[in-house]
Each structure stands twice: as structure tokens, then as C-alpha cells.
């Protein structure tokens, strides 16, 4: 991928979004070295990091997926829908075969993984800062598979079948969270979670609670979701 000069060292604002701390101190003084840009707000909620986004105004927000209560594709869903003007790059160690796509329809400017090298992810801040999309090689190659030929019947294509909200559930299910605590981390009532949880059953053709259990914590183990 060309580089393109960023314009740096020169009032860009970058607010992290993420869970683990040492992460975010490791990134911020990646962004600062490499960049010249400064960090001016942390938070690992979507509640603490939309009031940041309304207070500080960054030029380009690095969000997980995975944070405290709701997920990363909901921030970006909040962002859209208020037609905020902020660039975002996903930045998160889940598989980009399943959140690239979503990501992206959510509003991002670009998903990359955290297992990149440090170069990459610098490369992925500039682009994104350009105003274009980053995309990986991979993950280009495989939404070019997607638009040419249908998928197999694997595990995977059975995901893609689950909406962002369900997917969210399904994890924290594997993560052996009961309804009650899954509602109250994203401020859901019991009976739409246990909706989501009929939809997810049927979507994934499983017969029982056990079973979907069975299946959340064994997809949870095999993807660090």
C-alpha cells in the first residue's frame, strides 16, 4: 500500500477506545513517536466514549470491539446515527473475516487486528486520517470472494447469519453470563434478550438451551471472542 504523507505533529486529535490499559499506554505512545499526534481522552464504555467524543471533538477515534458492557459496533452505530463527523478505526484481536464487514456497514473507516505489526497499524491510522478505507490484503481478497461466489456451510457462514446485537449476545453467553446479567450489562430488558436468544437458536438450527450454551462457549474458546 502507498504511503501518503499526514499532515502530523499538528493539533490531531486521537481518542482511544479499549479495555485494557497497558494496551492503551502502549498505543498511545505508538501514536505520539510515530505520529506526532496526541492522545486527548481514554475510555473502555461507549458511554464514557461518546461524552469524550462530544468534549474533545478527536480527528480519529482507535476502538475495540470488546469493552466494558456494550460492544465497539455500537459506538459506531451511536456515531452514525448522530452524524458525527469523526474518523474510526477498529482496532481489536477478533477474527476480521466476521467484524471487518460489520465494522465497516456500522460506520467504520477501517479494521485491522491487533496481531499486525506496529508499522501496519500506523499505516492503518494515516490512511484512515486520508479520509480513505483501510482494508488488509486478506480481508479485501475475502469481501471480493464474498461479492463473486456464496460461502460454504461452515461454522462461520453460520455467524454471519446472526445480527451485530445477536452476535453480542452469543457471546456473553459463551462467556456464561445468565439473561439477567446480560440484560442489565446492555440496558436491555430480560424478555428482548431472551428474544435474542430464540433468534439465535433458530438461526443456528440449535435444539435446545444446552445446546446454544455448548455452542457460545466452545466459539468464545476458540476465537478469544
Not at 451511536?78 to 460489520?102: C, F, P, T, W
Not at 486520508?130 to 490484503?137: C, F, K, P, Q, T
Amino acid at each position: 500500500m502507498k504511503k501518503t504523507e499526514v499532515k502530523e505533529a499538528n493539533g490531531y486529535k486521537v481518542l482511544l477506545v479499549e479495555d485494557h490499559p497497558m494496551f492503551r499506554e502502549h498505543l498511545g505512545q505508538l501514536i505520539d513517536r510515530d505520529l506526532g499526534m496526541s492522545v486527548c481522552g481514554e475510555a473502555d464504555n461507549i458511554r464514557d466514549a461518546m461524552r469524550l467524543i462530544l468534549e474533545t471533538k478527536p480527528d480519529i477515534a482507535i476502538v475495540d470491539i470488546t469493552l466494558h458492557g456494550s460492544s465497539g459496533l455500537e459506538l459506531l452505530k451511536d456515531i452514525k446515527a448522530q452524524g458525527l463527523e469523526i474518523n474510526v478505526l477498529v482496532l481489536s484481536m477478533h477474527d476480521e473475516e466476521l467484524y471487518a464487514e460489520r465494522a465497516l456497514r456500522a460506520g467504520a473507516k477501517g479494521y485491522i487486528t491487533k496481531n499486525e505489526a506496529s508499522s501496519e497499524v500506523i499505516e492503518a491510522i494515516r490512511c484512515v486520517m486520508r479520509g480513505d478505507v483501510y482494508a488488509s490484503r486478506q480481508m479485501t481478497a475475502k469481501l471480493l470472494e464474498r461479492m463473486t461466489q456464496k460461502r460454504s456451510n461452515s461454522e462461520l457462514a453460520g455467524m454471519e447469519t446472526l445480527a451485530d446485537r445477536e452476535l453480542e449476545v452469543f457471546q456473553m453467553l459463551g462467556r456464561g453470563k445468565s439473561t439477567r446479567e446480560i440484560a442489565q450489562t446492555l440496558n436491555l430488558g430480560e424478555s428482548t434478550v431472551e428474544t435474542y436468544r430464540a433468534r439465535i437458536k433458530e438461526k443456528l438450527q440449535l435444539r435446545s438451551a444446552a445446546e446454544l450454551y455448548l455452542r457460545a462457549g466452545q466459539w468464545v474458546r476458540d476465537h478469544g471472542a
